[in-house]
């Protein structure tokens, strides 16, 4: 029981280690990055020595914005962009309203009333409907708008650190499997996400909120790292599998973005500063270094959190495919498996 203990102490702090560190490598990696850049386009710049080399370059001179088109972005560009998309133009503009504007805009209303009891009357009614509007005009389609973006800035932060660190991405998978291992991980992780916020309504004081973080730890580890291991070509199982058997590492990694994230209380603010910090956790999970267990290394039993949530999306997913089977034959019926195996 105390060797168990010293090895999940033992794991959550190298997690936190990690984490902490990984995002001092930033300026490094961009670096490094920037080398690798600079080495491609010299040697695209060099003399050409084969035929086909020599049409290539020909068709370079002739239309040369499809270069820069080809290099991809830089990691601290990327990195300064995502801080001042969410935190510069998001977060800043709701501080601005409910710091500023609303206040401002209470305090006219309060002098050009003048009577108390009308002020608040009238107060009442315009100070919702304004934050309404604010929210509903403005937060809401920018949230959504900077999910989107944020999804192909995280992308390349993560793809341009691979290729730093690992070379080119590796995919064994044909695009069909690879569509489908993107849609069951979603999947999963939104299901795995209601699970940690039903665990926070436990009536239990305080231990619900323990669960929570632990969730969010533990799924926050699973989107930093996610990235490398699908460039890896890693299952989504095994993905699963590998922060299920060594948690205490992957809670502590993703401790310090889960304490962060869980000290706003508005929704809009916690998602900002998501969306700041994560690049950084990107590039500390490219560089990290996990303990693993091994046959040889002592054991921890691991936290089956995940079971529940792919069970669950394994149903879904098999209702899904067994629409277009259905329609096929013409019979809302289920089909068998001795029907599935004679086809």
């Keep these: 029981m105390v060797d168990m203990l010293r090895v999940i102490v033992k794991g959550m702090v ?46 370079l001179k002739t239309n040369p914005s499809s270069v820069k088109k080809q290099s991809p972005p830089k990691l601290f560009q990327r990195i300064v962009m995502c ?34 009891s009308t002020y608040g009357n009238v107060w009442s009614y315009v100070g919702p409907v304004l934050s309404w509007a604010f929210s509903a005009f403005w937060v809401l389609p920018l949230f959504l708008l900077s999910k989107i973006v944020n999804g192909f800035w995280f992308q ?20 069909s499997a690879l569509v489908a291992d993107i849609l069951f991980s979603l999947t999963m992780q939104g299901l795995f996400l209601i699970q940690g916020m039903l665990a926070k309504l436990l009536p239990i004081h305080g231990i619900g909120d323990v669960i929570y973080i632990l969730h969010m730890c533990l799924l926050y580890s699973l989107y930093a790292f996610e990235y ?3 460039n890896m070509s890693l299952p989504v199982h095994k993905r699963v599998s590998r922060i299920e058997h060594n948690w205490p590492y992957f809670m502590g990694f993703g401790l310090p973005l889960a304490l962060l994230t ?9 998602g900002c500063v998501f ?13 990290a ?8 290394s002592p054991k921890v039993f691991p936290l089956k959190l995940f079971s529940g949530v792919i069970y669950i999306a394994n149903k879904l997913f098999e209702k899904i495919n067994r629409i277009p089977e259905n329609q096929a034959a013409g019979t809302p019926k289920k089909v068998s498996m001795q029907e599935q195996s004679q086809h």
């Design 14 to 59: 190298h997690g936190v280690q990690d984490s902490v560190v990984g995002m001092l490598r930033v300026y490094s990696i961009s670096k490094e990055a920037d080398a690798l850049e600079e080495q491609k386009l010299k040697t695209q710049q060099s003399p050409p020595r084969t035929v086909l080399a020599r049409r290539r370059a020909e068709r």
């Design 83 to 116: 801080c001042f998309w969410n935190g510069g133009v998001f977060w800043l503009s709701l501080l601005v309203f409910y710091g500023a504007v609303l206040p401002g805009l209470e305090f006219i209303t309060q002098k050009i009333i003048g009577n108390s």
């Design 156 to 175: 390349d932060i993560a793809d341009c650190a691979f290729r730093t660190s690992r070379g080119r991405p590796r995919f064994r998978q044909g695009f």
């Design 228 to 230: 490398t291991w699908f």
């Design 262 to 270: 869980s000290l706003p209380s508005s929704f809009f603010v916690s």
């Design 275 to 287: 969306s700041i910090l994560f690049p950084l956790f990107i590039i500390s999970a490219d560089a």
């Design 289 to 296: 270094k996990p303990d693993f267990q091994t046959a040889e």
